[in-house]
Each structure stands twice: as C-alpha cells, then as structure tokens.
C-alpha cells in the first residue's frame, strides 16, 4: 500500500532535530523523502507495522506527532505539487 | 472530497513565515491544521481549485513546496497517529 508519514516536532532542540533524523532514516527504509517532514512510502501491511514500532521507540509521544495516512491507489489521483517537486516515482526505470 | 496539504518552506526568513501564516488562513477557510504544516480538508472540485489559485498567488514558485494529497473515503483507513493527537473530526456534532 502507499502511504504519507507526516512528522511534527519541535527540532529547535538538539534532540528534536535527532529525532527527526531518526524518523527520516526509518521512513527512507521504505520509502522517500519529499518534503522537511513529509515521506512517501509503499509498504506491506508486515513492513507498516514494522516502521510503526520503529518510529514508536524513536518519538517522544508528549511531544511529537507522527500521522500516516493511507493514499489513493490510483497514482493519477494521489498527489498534485505546486512549487518545487522534490519526489519521483520510486517505480519508475532508473536510467544510467 | 478529503485532502491533505503539506507545505514545506525556509521559516527562518520573515517573509518565509510569513507566506507559512498565509497558506496556514487559507488553508483553515476549508479544514484544520493537524501538524505545523499540515492541513486536512474537505473540499468541492471547486473548492479545491479556488484554494489552489489561493496558494499559487502566496507561494513561492522558486522555494516552496505545497503538495495535495487526495485521501481515502473511508475515515477507518484514512489516518492514523501515534504520539501527540491534534485533529478531530469536522463531522463529529460540536457538545456545548
């Protein structure tokens, strides 16, 4: 399934900002970054509850907010991007 | 239908912050923020367009990054948050 990983967290502090780092290099396990704290992921409902445990033992649940949300299978209907485009279709061929 | 805006842009600067504020009130018109930069709305077809115009005139093209993301209809598999709860349902009755 695909899925959005959005992540709130006040990373004016040292530890905020590991956190953050943490949560990324969790999330890019699966997925891609395309935003500060905005990852696009596709996952088995295994891998899901996989990052959902890592990211459980990561955040400080007082304070951060992690939010997934379950995105439209029909690529053509998922996303729009006004600005900077900062993702790519991780299923497209890769040319050397 | 349900969409989800993330909005990515340097905060740093004034005028950075300054455009995340105006978004933000757009954005608010149509649904709530959820996370620092990031909104669930319930929009019309026409609704959507006219927040898309809204937010083309405010950004910049050049820096910012604002993604719309169309959500599942059914609420049970739509979002799901583990630390810090933000949100509530715009359809639940408001209890005076």
Request: some cysteine; charged content about 25%.
């Given at each position: 399934?695909?899925?959005?990983v959005?992540?709130?967290?006040?990373?004016?502090?040292?530890?905020?900002?590991?956190?953050?780092?943490?949560v990324?290099?969790?999330?890019?396990?699966?997925?891609?970054?395309?935003?500060?704290?905005?990852?696009?992921?596709?996952?088995?409902?295994?891998?899901?509850?996989?990052?959902?445990?890592?990211?459980?033992?990561?955040?400080?649940?007082?304070?951060?907010?992690?939010?997934?949300?379950?995105?439209?299978?029909?690529?053509?209907?998922?996303?729009?991007?006004?600005?900077?485009?900062?993702?790519?279709?991780?299923n497209?061929?890769?040319?050397?």
């Amino acid at each position: 399934m695909y899925i959005l990983v959005t992540y709130d967290v006040d990373t004016t502090c040292n530890e905020g900002a590991r956190r953050l780092r943490r949560v990324a290099k969790a999330c890019l396990d699966y997925g891609q970054r395309v935003q500060n704290s905005v990852f696009e992921c596709e996952v088995t409902e295994a891998q899901l509850c996989t990052l959902k445990n890592m990211i459980c033992d990561i955040i400080d649940v007082q304070t951060d907010s992690v939010r997934f949300y379950y995105l439209n299978k029909n690529i053509a209907r998922r996303a729009e991007v006004l600005g900077v485009e900062t993702s790519y279709n991780v299923n497209d061929a890769i040319i050397i």
